[in-house]
């Protein structure tokens, strides 16, 4: 099995994957941007981004769809649930991290680099928004799910703080004072080993 991707990507969740589920592979560190469009590399990904797995001839690429079939084939409960109730709540926030998290996180970092104060504003108060659902989601849980750490909450974790920086928590304009819950929990997914050996890689 092999992981194309620097620790320094969006590929990181994917290798945090990989080490979380104790899965033997070899990562290919190709850089975004540069390496990551190189006529090699297209024959893999023909969209230029990382990361891609290829696992034995099988070709999978965006990092939250080789997270979710890996956990699939390698995982077991509690990582990976075997209900689908349980199997459901996991593609609902591996999902809501993409689609409702990511873009407002996104957009509020071009703002602050853009200078425009007023974008800026709008964008923190769109990213505070849904923090705020995910704030009320965990107040009374350790987790997602429950009690346990399952690969739901490895995926959203790794949008709000991948391996290789510190993520909203590095953000003055975010008011972390108001999200605890949110920040408690990322704290706790972020101690785990695999986490740790994701940030020692190329």
């Known amino acids: ?62 990092s939250m769809a080789i997270n979710l079939y890996l956990a699939d084939k390698h ?35 071009l703002a602050r680099r853009s200078g425009d104060a007023s974008a800026s504003k709008a964008a923190l108060e769109g990213l505070m928004s849904a923090l705020a659902v995910l704030n009320t989601h965990l107040r009374r849980r350790s987790y997602l799910l429950g009690d346990t750490f399952t690969i739901a909450d490895l995926n959203l974790a790794s949008c709000l703080r991948e391996p290789q920086e510190h993520g909203i928590g590095n953000n003055d304009e975010i008011k972390t004072s108001v999200i605890p819950a949110v920040m408690d929990w990322l704290d706790r997914c972020c101690e785990r080993p695999s986490y740790r050996a994701v940030r020692d890689l190329p």
Do not use: C
């Open 1 to 62: 099995m092999k992981l194309y991707g620097t620790s320094k990507s969006r590929a990181s969740r994917s290798l945090w994957a990989l080490e979380e589920l104790a899965v033997a592979y070899e990562q290919i560190p190709i850089a975004p941007y540069t390496q990551s469009r190189s006529p090699e590399y297209l024959r893999i990904n023909p969209n230029g981004h990382i990361p891609a797995l290829d696992d034995d001839g099988l070709i999978i690429w965006e």
């Open 75 to 109: 995982g077991r409960a509690p990582l990976w649930p075997g209900t689908p109730a349980e199997r459901g709540a996991i593609y609902q926030w591996s999902f809501w991290a993409v689609t409702e998290n990511e873009p407002r996180q996104v957009a509020h970092a």
